[in-house]
């Protein structure tokens, strides 16, 4: 039975839960806009690499190298898109 | 009769009715011309279920040269309307029309198939594969493609074509200004050929990554291969994001929401943003694999390795990665500030350094080079004098500052034509005569190549050089006429003329087709131009299988290497060879896909559902008969006597 | 078919690899997808028109949808775990609590979806709805087609057994599930916590 619940998983699985009550906390307390969003940056960002890291297996692989260049290159891409449509759209309109 | 009336062409001519007439007659003679002689079968057992990459690109090819006519009509009916001032052979709607379709035909329907035409047949050649990693997936991507080309070409006779341009801005593309169905062909069309482009640069990426040949390191990859490596890496990010902007465009006016509205919390300047997310990206994928077809086209005609393979990698990965960053340039007049329109235009200057060491890397090529004027090397080298015009007037542009006097004149025409003809056009035509006889087992004739080559490079100067003068002097783009008292019609006549030239110069490559599959000697062996690459070491027509046994390879030059200094590149022996059935799920599901597609543009919800509803059955079938679908056995006694047939008749 | 032993079943034969890597590259391909929602929701927070903003949100639905979603990518996990331990009957009770997670999230979205309906905030209402529709939409209609997917993956491994090929497809279907969760926690932090900020 152990076996079916291996421990990485289980901890991986509890620090989840974890991340999500910190997450909350920009909702709870009154926190300044730079604050809270450093706590949401923070949070969501271990999140996504508890489940790549632990869940997803991502480094497991012969191919470990193409696809974490691959998930870097992508999250470079969708930061540049987010950033530079903020750029145009509301910082420098 | 009320749901007919929704497919009546809303504002009719006779060159309209002629092409129905036209298309009825031709569609006619094909289906009696395949049923005279009896060719059903074979078309659909050889070329519609097949998953052979080789098949897949030929046809990817052929549906490329058609769509170029198609385009060249469209171009040649738009200087025909410039050629004098107040001239009347189109009216206001009908330019828009021609010149929406010349600009989405080109870019999307020819230039794309045309790249994958020749990834799909060069790629796995030069890696020494025996396919691509998903061949259905592959026959899916060209069915998609081509259902999305089909849909936007009945646009015109059946409910009416896009008119808003071919980068469809909105708010004019919006319900209220675009009111026919002619948007929303655009919108659907493009949705169903970008979905097979992503899954092309899926599929390709995997093939390129997992399926080198023993030994063949990522940096000794042939540089065309390099080029579509990059290419593929640009298509995965930036087409999932056009096909969420043509999402937003296509419920904006089919089901009301509020993205690129101008009230109610809509910003029509999202669309313009989002495309050209999109279309700068897209601009590279086009050149970047004619990049890689020039350096394999200069290093074997020039006879030399070529320059500084490091640099050129290097190169092509930078532009990879500044090309994401630049696409305000575009759009600097939009109305956002000093700080933004600054950063895109330093990043936009700083794509010509790369580029320049590209084009001193050719230039290093050859020097000291044996040079050989076959036709391929005479288009690759009109291609880099042309192809600096058109870099340095992009400086030009990209000065932030000075944009504002260039904006949508055919000053910027004259540019774009000069990077993406010489730069795209040139390189595939270039690379579809290197790789000609790879692909059928005869040469195309150099004489009549050259007639065409001279024709098309002396008259593309004639079309658009004077249209950096007029577009200077003020003459504005997409304007269906102008008055004889902005003098613009000498300039004008003069371009017209060009263009007349430059259709003959591709009808003349047209003829070169038909003369030499006719005439054309069949016996010219697997290495006709003593070339480099793995390609060339198996024999021409490529059987089915590719290679008999897979290359060992040690070098980025490894046939080269191997003709030079005697390796043998295939020591292995004679194996059984695993090969991937033919299936007619591709086809099937992406006529459902066309329905669908078709049923969305006409407002019809329950036959658009239905549809969807029948592509995932086409998935769900797929993912059922995969567990008992393995494929067939090629044995090694048919192996042995394929090649022994193959390379027997031409040694 | 080579099949490689000493791996993973799912990893065992080379189709099996090219399928893995290919379904990475197609997650990055997702990961853009998203990208543009997300730029587009952040350029388009404030413009409500005449509709209502982020004053829609309730935080209970929010919780009962993330907490379904992390524990399903947890399930998941250990559905993997048991197919490498080969013991088929936790695998597919494993999937199938997975799926139940699932089918709890798509509930409560739908119930939600319906709640902001009738408080007069639909998708044609303003440019912020739009977006916010289309993103909370497009992760919504991933997990559907999921829940469809997975489905058929149970069906399969009860009728074929544990296969190099069901192995691996179930293996993909549990990356795409893990995405998904992802996604979802972006959407918590970015649309809903900050919105309620």
């Known amino acids: 039975m152990a076996q079916l619940f291996p421990k990485h998983h289980v901890m991986g699985f509890i620090f989840s839960l974890v991340l999500t009550v910190v997450a909350m906390a920009v909702v709870v307390y009154d926190l300044s806009y730079t604050a809270a969003m450093a706590i949401l940056l923070i949070t969501a960002f271990m999140q996504a690499g508890v489940q790549l890291v632990m869940f997803m297996h991502a480094g497991e692989s012969e191919d470990k190298v193409t696809i974490y260049t691959n998930v870097i290159y992508m999250v470079f891409f969708a930061i540049v898109t987010i950033l530079g449509t903020l750029l145009l759209f509301i910082w420098d309109m | 009769m009320e749901f007919f009336e929704r497919f009546a062409v809303p504002h009719p001519s006779f060159a309209i009715y002629a092409s129905m007439v ?114 259905r997936l592959n026959a899916i991507s060209f069915w998609l493609f081509f259902m999305g080309a089909m849909l936007f ?151 030399r390795n070529l320059y500084g393979y490091k640099s050129m990698v290097a190169s092509m990965v930078a532009i990879t990665i500044l090309s994401l960053v630049v696409w305000a340039h575009h759009f600097y007049t939009m109305g956002q500030g000093v700080l933004a329109n600054s950063i895109f235009s330093i990043a936009t200057m700083a794509i010509a350094v ?27 080298l009109a291609f880099i004098p042309t192809f600096l015009i058109g870099g340095v007037t992009g400086v030009m542009l990209a000065m932030a500052s000075a944009d504002f006097q260039y904006h949508n004149t055919m000053f910027l025409v004259a540019h774009f034509h000069y990077t993406i003809i010489p730069g795209v056009v040139y390189a595939f035509i270039a690379g579809l005569i290197y790789w000609w006889p790879k692909m059928f087992g005869f040469m195309l004739n150099e004489k009549i190549g050259k007639v065409s080559f001279w ?121 059984e060879i695993h090969m991937p059935n033919n299936s007619g799920v591709p086809f099937i599901m992406c006529v459902i896909f066309f329905i669908g597609a078709f049923s969305l543009i006409f407002d019809m919800i329950p036959l658009a559902i239905a549809s969807l509803i029948g592509v995932f059955a086409c998935m769900a079938y797929r993912s059922f008969e995969a567990n008992h679908d393995h494929g067939y056995h090629i044995h090694v006694k048919e192996i042995e006597e394929t090649e022994e047939r193959l390379r027997g008749a031409n040694k | 078919m080579k099949i490689d032993n000493s791996l993973p079943l799912e990893y065992s034969t080379e189709e099996n690899r090219l399928k893995i890597l290919g379904f990475w590259i197609f997650l990055a391909a997702e990961i853009a997808l998203f990208a543009t929602l997300f730029a587009t929701y952040f350029a388009y927070q404030g413009r409500t028109g005449n509709g209502p903003g982020t004053e829609i949100f309730e935080i209970t639905p929010v919780l009962i949808n993330t907490f379904a979603l992390l524990t399903s990518s947890f399930t998941i996990g250990l559905a993997v775990n048991a197919m490498r331990l080969g013991n088929k009957k936790a695998m597919l009770t494993f999937l199938g609590l997975t799926l139940a997670l699932g089918l709890v999230f798509l509930g409560v979205e739908i119930k939600e979806f319906f709640t902001f309906v009738h408080e007069g905030a639909t998708i044609q209402t303003s440019g912020y709805l739009s977006i916010l529709f289309s993103t909370l939409g497009t992760h919504g209609a991933h997990v559907s087609l999921g829940f469809f997917w997975g489905l058929f993956i149970i069906i399969q491994v009860s009728k074929y057994g544990l296969t190099p090929h069901t192995a691996n497809k179930a293996f993909i279907f549990s990356l795409y599930w893990h995405f998904l969760d992802v996604v979802w926690i972006f959407i918590f932090s970015f649309v809903y916590l900050k919105g309620m900020m």
Request: charged fraction near 10%.
């Open chain 2, 22 to 135: 036209g298309i009825a007659l031709t569609s006619l003679a094909i289906v009696v011309g395949l049923t005279y002689f009896k060719k059903w079968g074979y078309l659909w057992r050889e070329w519609i279920t097949t998953v052979d990459h080789k098949r897949i690109g030929i046809m990817y090819i052929l549906a490329a040269l058609i769509m170029l006519l198609r385009g060249l009509v469209d171009a040649v009916m738009l200087r025909a309307q410039l050629a004098i001032p107040d001239n009347t052979i189109l009216d206001s709607q009908h330019y828009n029309e021609v010149f929406s379709a010349h600009g989405v035909i080109m870019i999307m329907f020819m230039a794309m198939p045309f790249l994958f035409g020749l990834m799909n047949i060069v790629t796995p050649l030069q890696i020494g594969a025996r396919d691509v990693a998903f061949p």
């Open chain 2, 455 to 575: 024709l098309v490079a002396i008259f593309f100067n004639v079309t658009f050089f004077p249209m950096f003068i007029t577009g200077l002097d003020g003459q504005a783009r997409r304007m269906y006429t102008y008055s004889e008292e902005t003098g613009f019609g000498p300039l004008n006549l003069i371009a017209s003329i060009g263009a007349i030239g430059l259709a003959l110069g591709f009808i003349v490559l047209a003829y070169n087709i038909y003369w030499s599959t006719r005439y054309m000697p069949r016996n010219i062996g697997s290495d006709p131009w003593n070339a480099r690459s793995l390609e060339w070491s198996i024999p021409s027509p490529v059987p089915v299988y590719n290679f008999a046994t897979l290359p060992h390879v040690k070098s980025s030059q490894a046939f080269w290497d191997a003709k030079t200094k005697g390796h043998n590149l295939f020591p292995d022996k004679v194996e």
């Open chain 2, 354 to 380: 790369p580029t320049g060491i590209k084009i001193f890397n050719w230039l290093a090529t050859l020097r000291k080079g044996k040079i050989e004027f076959t036709t391929p090397m005479l288009w690759s």
């Open chain 2, 153 to 303: 070409n009945i646009a015109f006779v059946v409910g009416g074509a896009p008119d808003a341009g071919w980068t469809s801005y909105f708010p004019l593309a919006s319900e209220e200004f675009s009111p026919s169905v002619g948007t929303n062909y655009y919108m659907m069309s493009l949705q169903l050929s970008g979905l097979g482009t992503l899954m092309t640069g899926i599929n390709f990426l995997t093939t390129i990554f997992r399926m080198r040949a023993p030994g063949l390191k990522l940096m000794q990859l042939p540089m065309f291969t390099w080029a579509m490596l990059v290419t593929n890496v640009l298509i995965i990010a930036v087409f999932p994001l056009f096909a969420v902007a043509l999402a937003f465009g296509a419920m904006d006016r089919m089901f009301g929401t509020q993205f690129f509205t101008i009230g109610n919390g809509g910003m029509d300047m999202m669309w313009a943003n989002l495309f050209w997310v999109w279309g700068h990206p897209e601009v590279y994928i086009l050149i970047l694999p004619a990049f890689g077809i020039y350096s394999e086209i200069i290093s074997t005609f020039a006879r």
